[in-house]
């Protein structure tokens, strides 16, 4: 079955290293999406790319980077960890049902980042 | 002003009760709304999406638009102690083409 996945599921590091978070799909969509999800703020979104080599920024993106060379993966870096990235951080992929305002967009289980 | 805004609760409901949870938007121009429910320690998951104004009913869940007022609101019927969850409200922004999302509001069914 077609399905997204993330890993690891949960991550502890240090302050100032550099972390990857990987995410994985195999529905084949072109869209992607990185959020954060702390208390109190919901899901926030971090990057996003609409197909292989486009990334673009969302609403809080300092602090981390994505590249996008196939269909199927977009990793998240956190290029030097803070512990204000302590987050919960979910991956998601759309699909395309008329243009991205209508998609339909599936999450992955998710990785539970603790910076220290 | 949050560009999506919900009440985060926690909503307690009697089992067989109707749960009614509400959303307000700031963007006049979106037109597109979405419902997700999250259970504890796991992702979102897509229960609505409606367009237009009015309502638009798929099984006990009924998802309610006012564009002029700028309000989508969710109706849960008969509530089940499995809908106990965090339902996540969000629209997508025209002028910033992005999905953005609501805080959530924790429901409880109590049986």
């Known amino acids: 079955d077609a399905e997204i996945t993330q890993s690891p599921r949960h991550k502890i590091t240090e302050t100032g290293r550099q972390v990857t978070l990987a995410c994985h799909q195999t529905w084949n969509h072109n869209n992607m999406f990185w959020y954060r999800q702390d208390l109190g703020h919901g899901l926030r979104l971090i990057h996003y790319s609409y197909g292989v080599q486009d990334t673009n920024k969302g609403e809080v993106s300092d602090g981390y980077s994505v590249s996008r060379s196939n269909t199927e993966d977009l990793p998240l870096t956190l290029e030097s960890a803070a512990s204000s990235q302590t987050s919960v951080y979910f991956c998601?992929?759309?699909?395309?049902?008329?243009?991205?305002?209508?998609?339909?967009?599936?999450f992955g289980p998710g990785t539970r980042l603790t910076v220290l | 002003q949050k560009e999506v805004e919900q009440n985060s609760g926690p909503l307690s409901v009697p089992e067989g009760a109707i749960a009614s949870l509400n959303c307000t938007y700031s963007?006049?121009?979106?037109?597109?709304f979405f419902w997700y429910r999250q259970y504890s320690g796991k992702s979102p998951e897509l229960i609505m999406s409606?367009?237009?104004?009015g309502d638009k009913e798929d099984g006990r869940f009924t998802a309610q638009l006012n564009k002029a007022s700028q309000y989508v609101s969710l109706l849960i019927r008969d509530s089940q102690p499995s809908d106990s969850a965090t339902y996540l409200c969000a629209v997508w922004m025209e002028y910033g083409n992005k999905l953005v999302f609501g805080a959530g509001t924790i429901l409880r069914v109590k049986s």
């Open positions: 963007d006049r121009g979106s037109q597109s």
């Open positions: 409606i367009y237009s104004n």
């Open positions: 998601a992929s759309s699909e395309v049902a008329g243009g991205p305002a209508r998609d339909t967009q599936y």
